[in-house]
């Protein structure tokens, strides 16, 4: 039977919570138009502290996806994790009321910090009323598996199930992990990451990052491979995919979106930048080999961007080194200097972003550059219009790892 | 000495407050042999309520309490205790 083709993963379905975009399709038309939301944070607890720009989303009632119960027991990054899986299921076609297979179909989400507006108010009631005062729920609420779980039990989905804690980068880890599953045996992961960074105590975690940006102009607080680079901007919100088995998919009639080709993971320490040239451009390699993907066959990067000149240095010379030739053809985007980083929720927003851009012919802009310092063919200002057949997605946390996926467009049979 | 008992309004309220759960009182009251289970609510959400209740009344309610099958159950045994201190 070794005439059996292999088993490959697609995308079948994709959610999105974002600070430009309340669905996935809201959010490729900002991320296509290259429309900067970047603003003054406006959270309850968060006006005096030196972090004064992000991508916060908005306008955003949880309420209308998800069922009360599972919001009193969850923080705002679960929330928007269980309705960003609530739109992929959905745009999948996957599950409405309750899967046939649940067993088939697992969940896996990447987490970088869990609930912490959830976790500072119980920790708030213990050290302000006593140990009493704490809710039972901040057992559950507060741990990077929280949305994994959540997501699992609302939806009844009981196939492999787990949470990737490996940084920013992480949002590619576990749609790897996902693919990888799907390979072996899963029917169907609903896979990505949502992020909730927003809140004091989550905000004051974070300005200790020498890499954030403390600019207070939304409209020059991140700007990443230019001159005036000076750090990047947090944002929340994030996305889930419905990463499937692709001859299940094709049997129940449902659009193959994208093929997800290849994933490569390094790490090289937290804030070396400079080391991060050659982590970044190991895991490119390594995910341009799994994909069986020549280096001229990458029609599109969506890059990390981290707004830091060493970081955006090491990031075009890791291009550079990887695609050889290429790099300087090859357009290269990054629309999160548009919405901010959702840390882990970042990488797996810019797969979306991949996914939308192959299927609509169209490279975005990255938003608020307009004159880089680095060699890359860096789309700016306007979408340019192109034939995409293969996307290079790359990403890199503050604590070190780097990740690279390679997508292919879902109409493109096997090579 | 203590004068208030639970009600099934008041459980209700607390249901709503704790965990999300959307019970009208009525309901409770027709059927309090209804499992909470079947009602949604799990059993972090009772915890949540015997806290609720231990730190309103300042009293500490039996372990039992948390392991109440159901409103009928759990309204009756808090009562108990209100009103006898065990």
Redesign the interface.
Known sequence: MSTERPRRAVVTGIGVIAPNGLRADAYWKSVREGLGVLDRITREGCEDLPLKVAGEVRGFDPSDLI???????TDRFSHYAMAAAQLALDDAGLVHDGPEEPFSIGVVTAAGSGGGEFGQRELQKLWGQGS??V???Q??AWFYAASTGQISIRSGLKGPCGVVASDEAGGLDAIAHAARGVRRGTGAVLVGAAEAPLAPYSMVCQLGYPELSTVEDPDRAYRPFTSAACGFVPAEGGAMLVVEEESRARDRGAAVRAVVAGHGATFTGASRWEESREGLARAIRVALDEAGCAPEEVDVVFADALGVPEADRAEALAIADALGAHATRVAVTAPKAGIGRAYCGAPVLDTAAAVFAMEHGVVPPTPNVFDICHDLDLVMSRARPAELRTALVLSRGLMGSNAALVVRRGDESAR | MITTALTFDELSTLM?Q?????VDARELEKAPDAPFTTL?L?S??L??IV?EL??RYGVALPTDAERCKTPGEFVDLVNHTLRTGV
């Open positions: 069922e009360e119960p599972f919001l009193v027991q009493k005062f809710g039972p729920y057992s559950i | 709503k704790a965990a999300g759960v959307t949604g799990d972090l959400g915890l949540g806290g231990e730190n």
